[in-house]
């Protein structure tokens, strides 16, 4: 039996966010318990592997147990956010599974929750929405409401069961390692030497906050009394114009600009409010930073 004080319940570990976050909690000295559908070779030797499936009409609570905390990263992305057959499985899946799971969590006498939804959910209109800003997405809606309902699922048990949740409402996450989203495609096309294309002006923009950000923000939400929802973002709107531009500048590639249908009317998502973030001690790194660890490695 593992040390209660030690023992993190991990969904999401093989994931982009989850990785990091299991390299720094080992660090610091916890026992990761990974709750995955992956392998065991997937993850460090000295983890812990727990058979689990969000999608799963039952859990067993046993896979919770001696657990200080629950970090659920874990979510179905759909790979068509337009189709509306996806609309289904993301319910199921995010809110409900999410339900389900900490259900076990509170059986096996798990006393905090740390969950991560999406801070793109934030309804029009708020030029830089705090966590009290009204929730309706813009766009995405299948999957955006489901981790709106999530995190409405989760709230509601956790108050009713006393139990402590966090919720970070987490921005466009990038860092090292990422191969896919704009980002990923264009430093891909300026280390090639390739020009980094983009259409109809490069509008769309999002706040980015880099990975390590977000590990950090989990970190705190694990170690400190901090309940309720937190922004995790940047607090600075970068549109794909900008963003081609810095890695231009960081690398010397170059950026042709062509032109797009101008239909879908989709010009992203604005920055966020980070000022609860910033008072737990966590000040995000800059863009142009972020961007040098990712083209570090290239």
């Known amino acids: 039996m593992t040390d209660p004080?030690?023992?993190?319940?991990?969904?999401?570990?093989?994931?982009f966010i989850g990785?990091?976050?299991?390299?720094?909690?080992?660090?610091?000295?916890?026992?990761?318990?990974?709750?995955?559908?992956?392998?065991a070779e997937d993850f460090a030797p000295e983890d812990e592997v727990c058979p689990f499936d969000l999608e799963?009409?039952?859990?067993?609570?046993?896979?919770?147990?001696?657990?200080?905390?629950?970090?659920h990263l874990a979510a179905y992305i759909p790979p068509d956010h337009s189709d509306p057959a996806a609309a289904e499985r993301c319910w199921a899946i995010n809110a409900g599974g999410t339900l389900r799971l900490i259900e076990k969590a509170a059986t096996a006498g798990v006393k905090r929750i740390v969950q991560t939804t999406s801070a793109n959910a934030y309804a029009d209109g708020v030029d830089m929405p705090d966590e009290n800003a009204p929730m309706f997405p813009r766009s995405r809606s299948y999957y955006l409401g489901s981790k709106i309902l999530q995190e409405i699922y989760a709230t509601e048990f956790c108050r009713t069961r006393g139990m402590a949740l966090t919720t970070l409402r987490l921005a466009s996450v990038y860092g090292p390692g990422q191969t896919t989203g704009a980002l990923g495609i264009m430093v891909r096309a300026a280390?090639?030497?390739?020009?980094?294309?983009i259409i109809d002006g490069g509008q769309f923009g999002a706040d980015l906050v880099h990975v390590d950000d977000v590990v950090q923000a989990l970190m705190l939400a694990v170690e400190r009394d901090c309940s309720g929802p937190i922004n995790v973002g940047s607090g600075v709107r970068t549109t794909i114009k900008t963003l081609a531009r810095m890695i231009a500048d960081l690398t010397g590639g170059s950026v042709i600009e062509r032109p797009g249908e101008g239909t879908s009317g989709d010009t992203g998502f604005p920055p966020l409010d980070i000022m609860r973030l910033r008072s737990l001690g966590c000040d995000p790194s800059p863009l142009s930073a972020g961007l040098s660890t990712i083209l570090h490695q290239h």
């Open 5 to 15: 004080s030690t023992t993190i319940a991990l969904t999401g570990g093989s994931g």
């Open 19 to 39: 990785k990091r976050f299991a390299v720094v909690a080992r660090a610091k000295g916890y026992r990761i318990r990974h709750l995955t559908r992956h392998a």
């Open 56 to 71: 799963a009409p039952t859990h067993d609570a046993a896979m919770l147990q001696d657990c200080t905390a629950l970090v």
């Open 191 to 197: 280390v090639e030497g390739r020009p980094m294309e």
